[in-house]
Each structure stands twice: as C-alpha cells, then as structure tokens.
C-alpha cells in the first residue's frame, strides 16, 4: 500500500523568505499524481499545485514551486517571498494512476512570522 | 468553479444519537468521498463512492454507512456516535475525465459527541 510522510509537523518563516515543505512517498507503480493541498486554519482545503509523475519538469504556480524526485520519491513544496496568508496546514497528496483513491500525509503546519 | 457544501459547518450530539452528514457537489463529478480529519493522523479516508449506488470501504469504515442515490450528492451516516467519532468530516469529489484528477473539497463539519 501506498504510504506519504511529512516528516516536519509544525514549521515557521518569517515574511518575504522561503520555506521547503518535505514530502516522501512510498509506491511500487511507475505512473501517478501528486499533490500538495492548502488548508487555512478554520478554511476550505484548496490545491496549491499538482505534479504527474511522467513529466521531469517540476512544477511551478505563482510563489509555489516543487522538487520532484521520483528516484528519491520525493516531492517537497518550496513557497517563495512567503506571505501572511499562506499560515496554514498542508498536506501532500499521492494518487495512483489506477484508482479514485488519495493518500495524504499527515500534514504540515505552516506559522508566517511578520 | 466547483462547489462542494455540507450540511452542517458544527454538529454536537450525544452519544447513541444517529448522525446524517449530507455532501453535494455541483460539478457532475463521479467519484465522492468522505474523510475524517484528525491531528497528526491527516485525512483518512472512510469511504467513497464511483458512481451513484456504488461504494466502497476506505480504511476506516467502521461505525460508518453511506449512502448516494444521486449523481451531485453523497451522505454519511453515524447510526450510533461514539465518543471516539469526535472528529473533523471532509467531503471531497472528483472526475475521471481526463486528469490529474484533483479532489475539491467542502468546509467540513465538526462533530462532537458528548
């Protein structure tokens, strides 16, 4: 069975600086989706970016960025010139290539300090 | 943009009380989910559904039924709360078409049981 561990439960950065957010993962298969979803405190959960595993290129949306290691099966989010509102928890998500179902992590939570 | 409400933002019931959490999406989606969200532990997944009369277990179906009698809605069902089903309630759907698949999520409910 699939498995995703967020190895940092709580972290903190200050405002304008970057922070890496870890994700690994565990799969035998070859084709899948990961992704890192956001949660505001008291929030909808709301996608941040998503990464196919067939593609080399990581992807980028906006401030947020992913390292995408597949040999390593690693998948880290990188949030640039971190603002207040990015305070939130976020949980990395694994989606297999064969079924409905997700996987997460069990989350990060994020402070932004001003 | 997809939409997806639940009936209830707080419940509070007693223990024995039978729970009915309704989830409904407006964007045809096939598949439906409900997961429990619980510090530490991330999103667990209870159960899910393909397609209307369908479902499946997910890792923690005990103490839970569902039911979808249409396409856009989906219910969980706590017939007799425990203490032990104190718990955040997600609600998620998806489509199949196409890809990456990405869930959408509703507000959740916070249910207490006393």
């Known amino acids: 069975a699939q498995t995703v561990t967020q190895s940092q439960p709580e972290m903190s950065v200050q405002e304008a600086e970057t922070v890496t957010l870890s994700c690994t993962y565990d799969t035998s298969e070859s084709d899948y989706y990961l992704f890192w979803y956001k949660q505001p405190p008291s929030r909808q959960m709301i996608l941040v970016i998503r990464?196919?595993?067939?593609?080399?290129q990581n992807a980028t949306e906006n401030r947020f960025s992913v390292n995408f290691q597949k040999a390593a099966k690693s998948f880290s989010l990188k949030i640039s010139d971190s603002q207040l509102g990015d305070a939130a928890m976020y949980f990395c998500a694994y989606r297999g290539n064969y079924g409905q179902n997700f996987v997460f992590g069990p989350g990060t939570r994020l402070s932004v300090l001003p | 943009d997809v939409k997806v409400t639940q009936s209830s933002r707080y419940l509070v019931k007693r223990t024995g009380e039978k729970v009915f959490l309704e989830c409904v999406q407006d964007m045809d989606h096939e598949n439906m989910f409900w997961y429990r969200q619980d510090p530490g532990l991330g999103l667990r997944l209870i159960y899910f559904?393909?397609?209307?009369?369908?479902?499946e277990k997910g890792d923690i179906p005990e103490g839970y039924s569902v039911s979808r009698e249409k396409k856009e809605r989906f219910s969980l069902i706590l017939e007799s709360t425990s203490t032990n089903q104190t718990s955040m309630y997600l609600c998620?759907?998806?489509?199949?078409?196409?890809?990456?698949?990405?869930?959408?999520f509703g507000p959740g409910t916070r249910l207490t049981v006393t």
């Open positions: 998620a759907s998806s489509s199949e078409a196409g890809g990456p698949y990405e869930q959408y």
């Open positions: 559904s393909y397609d209307v009369k369908m479902k």
């Open positions: 990464q196919e595993a067939y593609k080399q």
